[in-house]
């Protein structure tokens, strides 16, 4: 009757999950017998039916066994019972933590500086998370970005939109509940009686307080803005011009400095409301408000609307109602860009407008003409990244320091165990462990923290004030949760192959046993050595990248020229006085300071062919004094007032693009321009340039043209005389300050202003370089460990090799060899690997890169190598020097 | 406790225990039911009503010797209690009353 066969192969056993399920359920008096059972059926089972089915029919009971009698009941006393073994896993945990202090430093050291990091992170988070959430209609708000397509397959993605865009939205698209429109270029002196203070903000239209959740404490929001040259102060603003005195209802003078001629200059302004201050988490930023009926005067510009060429001035905002949705907007923009795009047959270039989230703007993808704060998304992205290995490879380190410590804790988990702990047990009292010391580590990180994030607040391409990591209780209980899964995660591993130890094995003989789980922590060891070397690669190469674009020639000579910001002043006073300074070589006027990232266009034609051109206005005195190499023709020459065709000067490129042939053939050709404020002006060529770097190094050399038009001076370019710099700032900004005394002056270096728009790098070269300090830290305090305990369990094969005659250095290298194999494999690894990442993903859309040596990247490694020599050689040293003697008697 | 009457089903689970004698485990009674009756009863039935019946005070279980079938586990023997005794004689003893009382004339010709 019974099946007589001796026990099932443990292979094709019942499903072990199910067994355990019915041992978590089951009633402990009723559960033996009930397993054996089932076992039994199963066993029958499969003799009849086959080892799948049996299995079927195993779990299938296992689950139709889950009954009222069957199942216990929850057990305080079971919980009770972990609660109070805490307190001794606790005890145990600090106690085993005293007695190997080494090891306990270098893991909370190691711990708390990649924890430091972490908290960083978590704050940066916690901040980021805050950006603009006081909005009551975030999630209903759409700003409208531009993509452009230029003939030459050139795209680029800007965070304005043209009106017409928003005019269209406002009337054509269904759901639509309010547009709003935002001019950027707002920057002046608002003044009254002859107090002056310096503004910024945005044109906006009236639609401003309905869309956005910005605590208008004076004024109607639906009229404030309402008609022309009326404004909005912030309290600050109000609070400065007249002090406690009601604002609303008088008049103010402002006098816009952006963008100069599109409103008269010190127009009279009605201020009809008070707005609070922008709070520090808006991604708008403002301390006035004018409204954008202004702008839309007859007269002014704006008022001619061109789908592409005013696609760059304004910030559209779209707010949806209740119930509709994103894909309405979408499909519609996408209608209007395809229609105005077929109307507007304009030298292939082509604008494609859509939505983008309230959420998505800050962080989100990098886009050309915001002026308000930015945070891009890759770069949050990246950081948490970065930060997650630095977090990954401290945990390693934890990991592979208390498995190195197995032998030493063996005992006493065998012990344990025999006395009746059981896995859970064995394995909640590791990761109490693991907690407490990520608990220690966190005090310490704390401390670290604070100096760390006031470096990072300087960082602008993070920072931008938007994020203070101010310390918050909730950011506090953020870190303890941080630190509490940081613990669990670290003590995870050795809890588990802890658990796993038989009580058997665990005798004393254990300690000869070669050590298991060898290549698991070699392979840490490794990758950890891996991550700082793949870091400080990336930080030279970042470093030789800066270098090298700083240093490039541009063409033109960029050496002790100071680059005056005019601030409106009148440019023939300035020039005066600066030329009569003995330190001033040359003096010239500029309308944009080239070669530092700002793009300034217009349209030119040629005979049938057209097509955008940067350009720069300047005057006589510019290119002899940027060194520009004439190829052909002449300079400008002197022109009095307001001159409109003084003829241009091009480069050598811009003859390719208009195939007007050689420099001479091309002197004297008529071309027609259409920009700002004109149409169709006929330039003759005046002389052609070498070619040069109006751009940055990401972009190519292209077609420019410098045009002569005093109107648009803002810039002064003085050339001073070598050796004598700091003397002549002194006068010159004596001088600046005699012509306008009500603004400081703005002057830099050019060479310093092309740093600055390379800082992104430098930035790059901090926080790669930080990072690979910290991952650097880590790996060699693992590294150290690692060492420590190799040598220390093999201290009596060391001391019997002595014994036998082996020396110093023999000793030194057969303990250092092994290290220094894995150091050179993470070297193999790790630089080429971020050579080519550096190469391909971070420069990949920079045309000119800084050529790599072996030097450069080598370097790193040696000092990598020297630090890992220093901690193996200092530990193994140690250990070949200790007397056999003292290490062998007891055997 | 809710009625000394036996339900059909823990009549016959009690008969094939006092019948197996030493040898009454969930799997034997099982398949000895399975056998006399011939319809299939399913272990978690038979379990549960010798859970029932261990309740009731009918039946008394102890646990036999570890063997290497059953993968070392031991098993659950079930014994009939005196009062398991009594209540079986008192259910025979009320049928065959009532047994009697049936004319013979009922069954005639079947």
């Known amino acids: 009757m019974k099946p007589k066969q001796s026990g099932s192969p443990r292979t094709d056993g019942p499903p072990r999950w199910a067994s355990r399920l019915l041992e978590w359920y089951c009633k402990p008096s009723l559960y033996e017998d009930l397993q054996g059972d089932l076992l039994e059926y199963f066993e029958r089972n499969v003799e009849k039916k086959g080892v799948l089915r049996a299995k079927l029919i195993y779990i299938v009971d296992?689950?139709?066994?889950?009954?009222?009698?069957?199942?216990?009941?929850?057990?305080?006393?079971?919980?009770?019972?972990?609660?109070?073994?805490?307190?001794?896993?606790?005890?145990?945990?600090?106690?085993?933590?005293?007695?190997?202090?080494?090891?306990?430093?270098?893991?909370?050291v190691g711990l708390a500086i990649s924890m430091s990091v972490g908290l960083l992170l978590i704050a940066l988070l916690y901040d980021i998370q805050k950006i603009d959430d006081f909005h009551t209609n975030k999630d209903r708000i759409y700003r409208i970005i531009s993509k452009r397509h230029v003939s030459n397959g050139g795209v680029s993605n800007f965070a304005t939109a043209s009106v017409v865009a928003a005019e269209r939205v406002r009337e054509e698209v269904p759901g639509v509940e309010k547009v709003v429109v935002l001019n950027g270029g707002l920057t002046g002196d608002v003044s009254l009686d002859e107090r002056a203070i310096s503004v910024g903000g945005f044109f906006a239209s009236q639609e401003f307080f309905d869309v956005f959740s910005f605590d208008l404490k004076r004024g109607n929001p639906g009229t404030v803005l309402a008609a022309p040259n009326t404004v909005v102060l912030t309290e600050s603003t109000a609070k400065k011009l007249f002090g406690d005195a009601e604002a609303v209802g008088k008049t103010i003078f402002f006098e816009n400095a952006g963008r100069g001629s599109a409103v008269a200059d010190k127009s009279e302004y009605l201020v009809t409301g008070i707005v609070k201050d922008v709070p520090p988490n808006s991604h708008l930023r403002f301390n006035l408000l004018v409204s954008y009926a202004t702008l839309e005067k007859p007269g002014s510009d704006a008022s001619k609307q061109d789908w592409l060429k005013d696609m760059m001035s304004d910030n559209v905002y779209v707010l949806l109602d209740q119930n509709n949705s994103r894909e309405v907007l979408d499909r519609n923009l996408e209608r209007i860009s395809s229609k105005e795009n077929a109307a507007f047959k304009n030298a292939g270039t082509t604008v494609t407008v859509r939505a983008q989230a309230f959420n998505d703007?800050?962080?989100?993808?990098?886009?050309?003409?915001?002026?308000?704060?930015?945070?891009?998304?890759?770069?949050?992205?990246?950081?948490?990244?970065?930060?997650?290995?630095?977090?990954?490879?401290?945990?390693?380190?934890?990991?592979?320091?208390?498995?190195?410590?197995?032998?030493?804790?063996?005992k006493e988990v065998g012990i344990r165990k025999v006395v009746g702990a059981g896995k859970a047990h064995i394995a909640g009292q590791f990761i109490v462990e693991a907690i407490v010391i990520s608990l220690l580590s966190l005090c310490l990180a704390i401390l670290l923290f604070f100096p760390i994030r006031n470096e990072f607040l300087q960082l602008n391409e993070f920072a931008s004030g938007m994020v203070s990591l101010s310390p918050s209780l909730a950011l506090f209980s953020l870190f303890g949760v941080f630190a509490i899964a940081i613990g669990i995660l670290a003590g995870m591993v050795p809890a588990i192959s802890f658990s796993?130890?038989?009580?058997?094995?665990?005798?004393?003989?254990?300690?000869?046993?070669?050590?298991?789980?060898?290549?698991?922590?070699?392979?840490?060891?490794?990758?950890?050595?891996?991550?700082?070397?793949?870091?400080?690669?990336?930080?030279?190469?970042?470093?030789?990248?800066?270098?090298?674009?700083?240093?490039?020639?541009?063409?033109?000579?960029?050496?002790?020229?100071?680059?005056?910001?005019?601030?409106?002043?009148?440019?023939?006073?300035?020039?005066?006085?600066?030329?009569?300074?003995?330190?001033?070589?040359?003096?010239?006027?500029?309308?944009?300071?080239?070669?530092?990232?700002?793009?300034?266009?217009?349209?030119?034609?040629?005979?049938?062919?057209?097509?955008?051109?940067?350009?720069?206005?300047?005057?006589?005195?510019?290119?002899?004094?940027?060194?520009?190499?004439?190829?052909?023709?002449?300079?400008?020459?002197?022109?009095?007032?307001?001159?409109?065709?003084?003829?241009?000067?091009?480069?050598?490129?811009?003859?390719?693009?208009?195939?007007?042939?050689?420099?001479?053939?091309?002197?004297?050709?008529?071309?027609?321009?259409?920009?700002?404020?004109?149409?169709?002006?006929?330039?003759?060529?005046?002389?052609?340039?070498?070619?040069?770097?109006?751009?940055?190094?990401?972009?190519?050399?292209?077609?420019?043209?410098?045009?002569?038009?005093?109107?648009?001076?803002?810039?002064?370019?003085?050339?001073?005389?070598?050796?004598?710099?700091?003397?002549?700032?002194?006068?010159?900004?004596?001088?600046?300050?005699?012509?306008?005394?009500?603004?400081?002056?703005?002057?830099?270096?050019?060479?310093?202003?092309?740093?600055?728009?390379?800082?992104?790098?430098?930035?790059?070269?901090?926080?790669?370089?930080?990072?690979?300090?910290?991952?650097?830290?880590?790996?060699?305090?693992?590294?150290?460990?690692?060492?420590?305990?190799?040598?220390?369990?093999?201290?009596?094969?060391?001391?019997?090799?002595?014994?036998?005659?082996?020396?110093?250095?023999?000793?030194?290298?057969?303990?250092?060899?092994?290290?220094?194999?894995?150091?050179?494999?993470?070297?193999?690894?790790?630089?080429?690997?971020?050579?080519?990442?550096?190469?391909?993903?971070?420069?990949?859309?920079?045309?000119?890169?800084?050529?790599?040596?072996?030097?450069?990247?080598?370097?790193?490694?040696?000092?990598?190598?020297?630090?890992?020599?220093?901690?193996?050689?200092?530990?193994?040293?140690?250990?070949?020097?200790?007397?056999?003697?003292?290490?062998?008697?007891?055997? | 406790m809710k009625g000394t009457n036996l339900g059909e089903f823990e009549e016959l689970v009690l008969l094939t225990i006092a019948a197996l004698m030493e040898e009454a485990y969930s799997v034997a009674v099982c398949d000895e039911l399975t056998k006399h009756t011939g319809r299939e009863v399913k272990l978690g039935v038979v379990h549960a009503v010798l859970n029932r019946l261990e309740e009731k005070g009918y039946v008394k279980s102890g646990l036999g010797e570890a063997t290497n079938v059953r993968g070392g586990r031991r098993k659950r023997f079930y014994t009939i209690t005196s009062g398991g005794k009594a209540t079986l004689l008192k259910a025979r003893e009320q049928r065959d009353q009532l047994w009697s009382l049936i004319p013979d004339i009922v069954f005639k010709g079947i």
């Open chain 1, 62 to 108: 296992v689950l139709k066994f889950f009954r009222t009698y069957t199942v216990q009941k929850p057990q305080i006393f079971k919980g009770m019972n972990q609660f109070i073994l805490l307190s001794n896993y606790f005890k145990t945990s600090v106690r085993s933590m005293a007695r190997s202090k080494l090891f306990t430093t270098i893991n909370v």
């Open chain 1, 361 to 410: 703007i800050v962080p989100g993808p990098h886009l050309i003409n915001w002026r308000g704060p930015k945070l891009e998304a890759n770069t949050v992205n990246i950081l948490i990244a970065l930060v997650v290995v630095i977090m990954v490879s401290a945990c390693f380190n934890y990991t592979n320091l208390s498995i190195a410590r197995s032998l030493t804790r063996a």
């Open chain 1, 500 to 891: 796993k130890i038989k009580s058997l094995h665990m005798s004393g003989r254990l300690s000869n046993r070669p050590m298991k789980g060898l290549g698991l922590r070699r392979t840490l060891i490794v990758l950890q050595y891996a991550f700082s070397l793949a870091f400080i690669t990336a930080a030279t190469l970042a470093y030789k990248q800066f270098h090298y674009s700083v240093n490039f020639d541009l063409g033109y000579d960029t050496k002790n020229v100071l680059n005056i910001d005019l601030q409106k002043n009148n440019p023939d006073v300035v020039i005066e006085q600066l030329s009569q300074l003995n330190e001033v070589e040359a003096v010239a006027q500029s309308f944009s300071v080239m070669s530092t990232g700002y793009y300034w266009y217009t349209q030119v034609r040629y005979l049938g062919d057209s097509a955008y051109f940067n350009f720069n206005s300047i005057d006589e005195n510019y290119i002899p004094l940027l060194d520009h190499k004439l190829l052909a023709g002449s300079n400008f020459h002197h022109m009095a007032g307001d001159v409109k065709t003084a003829g241009v000067i091009v480069n050598s490129k811009f003859l390719e693009r208009l195939h007007l042939g050689s420099p001479e053939e091309a002197i004297g050709k008529n071309l027609y321009f259409s920009g700002v404020g004109e149409s169709n002006v006929r330039e003759q060529i005046l002389g052609v340039v070498e070619d040069f770097h109006y751009g940055m190094l990401d972009s190519p050399v292209e077609p420019f043209v410098f045009r002569y038009a005093p109107q648009n001076y803002q810039v002064v370019n003085v050339k001073l005389k070598e050796g004598e710099l700091l003397a002549a700032m002194d006068k010159i900004e004596k001088i600046w300050n005699e012509v306008d005394p009500g603004h400081p002056l703005k002057a830099e270096f050019y060479d310093r202003r092309i740093e600055m728009a390379y800082q992104e790098y430098l930035t790059m070269v901090k926080v790669v370089g930080f990072l690979a300090v910290i991952s650097l830290s880590i790996a060699s305090l693992g590294l150290l460990g690692m060492v420590v305990f190799t040598t220390e369990s093999r201290m009596k094969e060391i001391s019997i090799r002595k014994v036998l005659g082996a020396t110093e250095g023999s000793l030194l290298y057969l303990l250092s060899r092994g290290f220094i194999t894995l150091l050179l494999i993470a070297g193999s690894l790790a630089v080429p690997a971020t050579t080519w990442v550096f190469e391909k993903k971070v420069l990949s859309n920079v045309i000119y890169k800084a050529p790599v040596g072996p030097m450069e990247l080598l370097s790193g490694g040696a000092f990598v190598l020297v630090l890992a020599l220093i901690a193996i050689g200092t530990q193994t040293l140690k250990a070949a020097r200790t007397n056999p003697a003292q290490i062998l008697r007891n055997e």
